[in-house]
Structure formats: C-alpha cells, structure tokens
C-alpha cells in the first residue's frame, strides 16, 4: 500500500490522521483550559476493556518535573520546552485498592486474588495507549501537534520515584503537545508487507530486499551514513543496538518484574 | 471531569469520539474495498516509534479463522459474524530478519545484538495500539463501528499456532469492525481521580468510597449483582477474579517469555 500518498476515501478525520507527523518544536503559549478539557475529554472517552478504564492521566505541569523527565528520558530538551505533557499510565493499582477498600474478602470462600498478572498489565497498557493516541488525535483536530516519548519507559526507578506511582502502574505513554512553531514536513511511510491475510507472512530473502530498498529511498535519500550499507543495518545501529535500548531493555524488565511482584 | 457528558470544544473529529461506543452486532454487509483500504491507511499513517514501524496487522479473511479466534478469544461468536477482523501484531521480527538478512555481523566489532527484550515489546505494542485506535476512529469517520477483543492475549500457544506467529511478535490489540445492526447506547464512564497533576494522587478511604458510588450509579443503575454489595466488588468477581483473567495471565506470561527467549 502506498501509505505516503493520499488513502482512497476522505473527511477532516482521515484528513487529519493522514497530514500528522510528530511535533517537536512547540509555540511557547500554553494551550486554553477549554483546549486541555477537550482534549482530555476525548482521551477519557476512549474504549476501555471492560469499561475499567484501566489507566490514569499525568498531567505533568511543573517546570521542574518536566526538565527532570527531559533527562530521564534519553535527553531529549524538547520535552522540558512542551507547553504540555501526558503521562498515561497503565494502572491496576486503583482497582486493587478499591477491592482492598470494598472487602473482597467478604465475598471469597477462598483467599481472594491479590496478585497482579502480566495479563493485567498488558490490558491496561492498551487501555492507556488507546487514550493516548484518542488524545493525539483530538489535538491533532484543533491544531495541536503532538509527539510521543518512548523513552518513558527508561530509568524506571527515577521515574516512579519522581511521579510517586505505585507498583500496578507502568508509563505506557509519555506525550508531549504544543502548537507547531513551524509547518511540519509530511512523513514518508514504507508501506511493504504491512498487511498480512490471514497469517503472518514471514519475508523472503527477495521482499527483505524490496523493503531495505524502499526504506533506503524513503529515509536515507541523500545516503547511508557512514559505516553502514544498508538501511536495517542503519536502524540496528542507530536504534537496536543503541545504549538507550540497551537502557529501555533493562528498565522495562525491571517495571514489569515491580508490576507482577507488588507491594514489597 | 464529566465524562458522560459532551466536551467543551467541538468538530467533527471530536464529535465521532465521544459519541463513539463499541458494536458488537453487525449489519453482515461486507465493507468496500476503499473503506478497508482507507481505514489501513488511516492505521499505517499513525505515529511509530523511531518510524520503524514495530507492527503488522493481520487482515483475518478465512471464516474458519474467524470461528477459531471467537472461540479461543473466551468463546465470544460475535467476532464471527464481524464483517472484518484486524489483528494488530506487535512485531519486532521483521526487523531481526532484515537485520540478519542485510548482514549486521560486517558492521560489529563485537557479537551482533540478538536478544530481543521487555522494552522492545513494550515500545512495539505501544506502535500496533497507536495504530489500531487510529484504524478505530477513521472507522467511525465512516460510520463503521468497531470492538476491540482484548481477550487475544489468552490461549497464546494456540493463537500463535493459527496465525504462524513467530517468537518476536505478539498480538497487542485485535478489532472487529462493521456497521452497526442497531443504534448504539451512549456509553457512561467514570471521571473521578482519572487525571492526576504532576504525580501520582493515590485514592484516601473517603475517595474511594465516591468513585464506588459513582460506578454504581452509572453501571448498575438498577442494582449489583446477587452476592456482592458494591460495584468494586462485581469488577472483582467478574473480572479480576475470573477464569478469563487468569488464562490471560498465564498467556501473556507464555507470550512474554516466548518473546524474550527468541527461537527455539
């Protein structure tokens, strides 16, 4: 699928979700209350595994706790400067402790379930990235661009310890929005072997060939950088095997193992 | 914030996600080919980490197909009769194949990186939610509704067996999609204690005690299910404590470990 150029069919949401590419440079003005609202509005309007709303929402306001969050986050200044930044967090940890609050026990033969499961996290993950991207979008809608921090996920200890969460929370989400202070360039998209029928279509030698070939042009059209001859081998230097996945491997381990173990 | 009710802001984008609830009976009319092939768009379109695109969707044609995942998704035959059903693969996969394909031992010093771990699942399923609510709400753009089932993380070994999933790939996210049978319900949500400022607001006693009540009043308006005496009580015994959420924790575990431990 040709995933750069137009789709077939069109309105102001798919035109919207078809224009976006991410915002790092933001206009300094802070958004309205009535632009938050909305927004949040929307986020918190978004399906919910059973209708749990497995998630909560930071809304990260000071100045301090953002600059702190530019570090741990793969040193990224942008994130201090965003007049606005959402953490949303997988979170079992308020049902745990409304069942807690609600004496299960009472209603139990047997010992009631306290353990937290990565069953449990990967729901609530998807809850809150389900929010996240219903925000995105909603931003999106009244100009407000938006790009996401993966690297939430790194230093785990330091960020829980600066955002005080519990052990049923885990940062799925971290993004940041502002209005663009500049036009933003469209991105290009590689588009191959995307959408499998059926199964799951494991590349040929040939079609691995084709993809490198389409990133290569997409990405790298001036050329490789130096060191590398081919685009996956620029992506696994640059990203696979860099010091801040290494990080984010090591952090997300220790967020899940935190999650499963509990309370200590 | 009330959620139940309208926003502050409005257009066209955010009105189709608030009123947006899920469809689990379906008009059996297949979608168009544009439809598919704008809302795929749509998806692919969406941000992704680094723009790897750490995803692939699993477009679920065969009938057959259809039939076993209803049934190995906790026995639910509405995902049958979906007119179209999307799998949204977290997939780092596809990048280990290109990475040993385009020979990233000729780049390394050392040992090329092969272990795949937590933070890449975390950071790839995070790619294929973004991209399956960004698919759910050009859905509804068109006035096709959809339902996620986040009961694929169950009966793992099977799923991955049906589908030819290979160790690096886990299913995030699956939806269904087709135009709503019936008009659908507004659907209530809780908005107490959902967003935070700057750090995590864990609930005191009297708290907890107003986001029990207001569960009640919104989802079991007419009473609590025989047994239990509070609406945290029921998420307990429906949810947490069931036998569907213990499979999903014994899955996901297999899914996580399979992940990490690579090929056999």
């Not at 060939?209 to 130096?226: F, I, K, N, Y």
Request: glycine letters at 8%; hydrophobic letters at 40%; a negative charge.
């Amino acid at each position: 699928m040709d995933v750069t150029g137009p789709g077939p069919l069109t309105n102001p949401t798919l035109e919207l979700i078809a224009r976006r590419s991410s915002t790092r440079t933001y206009d300094p003005a802070p958004l309205s209350g009535d632009e938050r609202d909305a927004i949040l509005h929307a986020a918190l309007r978004a399906p919910t595994a059973g209708n749990m709303v497995l998630y909560s929402i930071i809304e990260v306001d000071e100045q301090a706790t953002k600059d702190r969050l530019a570090t741990l986050c793969d040193d990224q200044p942008f994130i201090a400067a965003a007049p606005w930044v959402l953490l949303f967090l997988a979170d079992w940890q308020k049902w745990t402790d409304l069942f807690a609050a609600s004496g299960v026990a009472d209603i139990e033969a047997d010992a009631p379930r306290t353990h937290v499961g990565h069953g449990d996290l990967m729901l609530a993950c998807a809850d809150a990235i389900i929010a996240a991207q219903t925000a995105v979008i909603a931003a999106e809608s009244l100009g407000i661009g938006s790009c996401y921090i993966g690297d939430v996920i790194e230093n785990g200890e330091q960020v829980a310890e600066l955002l005080e969460l519990p052990p049923h929370t885990f940062p799925a989400a971290m993004v940041c929005f502002g209005r663009p202070r500049k036009p933003r360039a469209p991105i290009g998209r590689y588009g191959r072997n995307l959408v499998h029928r059926d199964r799951y279509h494991r590349m040929t030698g040939a079609e691995m060939a084709e993809v490198a070939r389409e990133l290569g042009e997409l990405h790298a059209p001036s050329g490789l950088p130096q060191g590398v001859t081919s685009y996956p081998q620029a992506v696994y230097r640059r990203k696979f095997a860099s010091t801040f996945m290494a990080e984010m491997n090591r952090s997300a381990a220790w967020w899940i193992e935190r999650w499963t173990r509990g309370e200590r």
